[in-house]
């Protein structure tokens, strides 16, 4: 373009030194170089705005670059949330399913030990007779057996030594306990408040525990029964279950209780495979 510019200026320049032109051809030339000239103006204008846009076009795309980036860089501290959250949800699981199992295998144990319970209170109620029946009481509290025994039938007052009426009731109890060897056997005197002091009888714990033995040391020795099954204990005076202000309510609180129940060794050994927790990292 300047080049064009220049050779309409040298002849121009030609002709009026030459003086060979005419006013209508000079007339023509000075258009031609207005037009070039304006034209001229107008191309630098556009090369400005085409500059301007570019500056505009770098200084965007250098805007969506950084976004990309940041755009990147938030994806991939989701994708690792989103993997670590796996990860937690996926322990979270297998530690339900732990407990289940493990709570199962308690109310299994549970179920069983109650349905065990009620079937050795059945076959010995089965087994006593009318008038036997008259001085046992037999119940289930919570799976554990209580066979509730009358002091007049198995002791003389103020006696621990069993009479020969009771061998045959603790006979039938004694075949019950042998049935079932997962069972411990836990035998408990217990008193009236009455006060009694013998030669060799200090006072109603005393008593208590004295009879508790009697009734161990009969199923030991004469039924066989397991000596590490049993434990005996005397609760004296207070364990009532009755008043004390009646004499039928003494009658009853004068009892030895034996108290059949399953092995705890088995429900600890359960608890100790209770499955371990572990926070969530």
């Given amino acids: 373009m300047k080049t064009k510019i220049l050779v309409i200026a040298a002849a121009t320049l030609s002709l009026t030194l030459g003086s060979c032109v005419t006013n209508k051809k000079y007339a023509q030339l000075q258009d031609e170089y207005s037009t070039t000239k304006e034209s001229l103006i107008n191309c630098n204008a556009d090369t400005r705005s085409l500059q301007a846009q570019l500056e505009t076009s770098k200084k965007q ?19 690792n949330a989103n993997m670590q959250g796996n990860v937690n949800i996926s322990k979270l699981v297998d530690e339900i399913n732990a407990s289940n199992k493990y709570i199962k295998e308690l109310v299994a144990a549970k179920s069983k030990s109650d349905s065990l319970s009620m079937a050795l209170t059945n076959k010995l109620t089965r087994s006593l007779d009318t008038d036997e029946l008259k001085d046992v009481d037999v119940k289930v509290l919570k799976g554990v057996v209580y066979i509730s025994l009358a002091d007049n039938m198995l002791f003389k007052t103020g006696s621990y030594e069993i009479s020969p009426r009771a061998m045959e009731t603790l006979s039938k109890i004694a075949k019950i306990i042998k049935d079932y060897k997962d069972y411990d056997v836990l035998v408990e005197g217990n008193t009236d408040n009455v006060p009694i002091s013998r030669t060799n009888i200090q006072d109603n714990w005393d008593l208590s525990a004295l009879r508790a033995t009697s009734v161990v040391r009969c199923l030991q020795h004469e039924f066989g029964i397991n000596p590490q099954r049993m434990t005996a204990g005397g609760r004296g005076e207070y364990n009532p279950i009755a008043t004390n202000d009646t004499e039928v309510g003494k009658q009853r609180n004068r009892r030895t209780e034996i108290i059949i129940t399953p092995k ?4 600890l050994d359960l608890i100790d495979q209770a499955p371990e927790t572990h926070n969530a990292d």
């Fill in 61 to 79: 795309n250098e805007e969506l670059r950084q976004g990309m980036a940041s755009l990147k860089s938030t994806l991939d501290q989701s994708l």
């Fill in 264 to 267: 705890l060794d088995q429900f």
